[in-house]
């Protein structure tokens, strides 16, 4: 099994290594040349034993390209990066939850491997797996490690209720993700059950956090802030601080995907912040969003036109930047609005919150005005 993959990137060559968020940038004559001792079986040069070896204090001393390194080929397009909603079901009934109705739906294993297979294919370097709950998929493992030695560098979103599983950890250990970043929604047991309104979920969280914890992998913590668990926000920041694992706080609550409020009553007033301006992303341009049945997106919210990858693969994604292009015009309450320059959000996620009837304070900065 290769220790690092080399992929052409941006008009360069990078060397990565599953499990590290690190890099040994090339020019793109030395991956050329990297290429070719692959094809010929020879080892690794001296020109990249030493800067591997201080990245990541691997030694490729006598080691063949072929064996420890996985080349791999540019994309047709400039997508370097996927998300991907293995399924949308989910162990948890978190009210806040952006997906609504969570139906444990999509493709079976062998739609899942010539997703897998599109996306490799398309140029994809990074992929996140998310869903609903990632690891409840029966498909996961097998998933999981396609997609590992197809060379793509993994992380996963996770509200980590199923690290305590050994099949699940020893898989995590042995292909470890770049990041790994689970969603906290309290300190407390009677906290965290009331938020996901699940019995004993506090229970099962904090016994695979301290699980992967220990197995070194790369953890990053998202502190859900919500009316339900405000009050210990500071003991949520104490727990990561313990841990010695980073953490982010998010307290912007969006509808759900579907353009319906649900979510919207549980924000914690106190801890909403202004969202910065929207100055533009690579939403379907170097940057695409898979659901559970293959269909690609600009983004987990702007949904809709999508792509049957299964049924088009890697030529249907052409299609996206336009798709991206006319998503991002002014359209309902917002044309004609003289503060695009400074919005806050993109067209997409404005759609949703006007869908949704919410207030302009939760979206707009007429709101603030």
């Given at each position: 099994?290769?220790?690092?993959v ?13 499990g ?6 090339l ?19 001296q ?57 444990f ?8 491997r ?23 998929d ?48 309290g ?11 699940r ?55 969006s ?31 170097t ?73 302009l ?9």
């Amino acid at each position: 099994m290769h220790q690092l993959v080399a992929t052409p990137f941006g008009g360069r060559g990078l060397i990565l290594r599953p499990g590290s968020t690190k890099a040994v940038q090339l020019p793109l004559a030395r991956f050329e040349e990297l290429r070719a001792l692959a094809s010929a079986l020879s080892t690794v040069p001296q020109w990249l034993i030493g800067p591997v070896r201080a990245q990541w204090n691997v030694d490729l001393t006598s080691r063949s390209v072929g064996d420890a390194i996985l080349v791999r080929e540019a994309g047709p397009y400039e997508f370097s990066r996927a998300t991907w909603e293995i399924n949308l079901g989910c162990d948890l009934d978190c009210s806040i939850c952006y997906l609504g109705e969570k139906k444990f739906e999509g493709l079976d294993m062998d739609g899942k491997r010539k997703l897998l297979a599109v996306m490799r294919d398309a140029g994809v370097i990074w992929l996140q797996i998310t869903g609903g709950e990632p690891l409840i998929d029966r498909d996961f493992p097998e998933s999981y490690q396609i997609a590992h030695e197809m060379g793509m560098l993994l992380e996963l979103l996770s509200n980590g209720s199923r690290l305590r599983k050994p099949h699940i950890l020893n898989l995590l250990r042995t292909f470890p993700p770049a990041k790994l970043t689970l969603s906290v929604y309290g300190a407390t047991a009677e906290t965290y059950d009331t938020v996901t309104r699940r019995r004993g979920g506090f229970d099962r969280f904090r016994e695979g956090l301290e699980q992967a914890v220990d197995a070194g992998l790369n953890i990053d913590l998202s502190l859900i802030i919500v009316q339900e668990n405000a009050h210990e926000v500071e003991a949520m920041r104490d727990w990561a601080r313990q841990l010695g694992v980073p953490y982010r706080e998010y307290a912007n609550i969006s509808p759900t995907i579907h353009g319906t409020a649900e979510p919207l009553p549980s924000q914690s007033p106190q801890y909403l912040t202004n969202r910065a301006p929207f100055t533009g992303c690579p939403a379907g341009v170097t940057f695409f969003h898979a659901d559970p049945f293959g269909r690609a997106s600009i983004c987990k919210v702007g949904r809709e036109p999508n792509i049957d990858l299964i049924a088009e693969g890697v030529e249907g994604l052409t299609r996206l930047g336009g798709i991206a292009e006319s998503l991002m015009l002014r359209t309902g309450g917002c044309s004609g609005c003289k503060l695009s320059d400074s919005c806050r959000v993109c067209r997409p996620m404005a759609k949703v919150f006007q869908e949704a009837k919410a207030p302009l304070v939760n979206y707009c900065q007429h709101g603030m005005r």
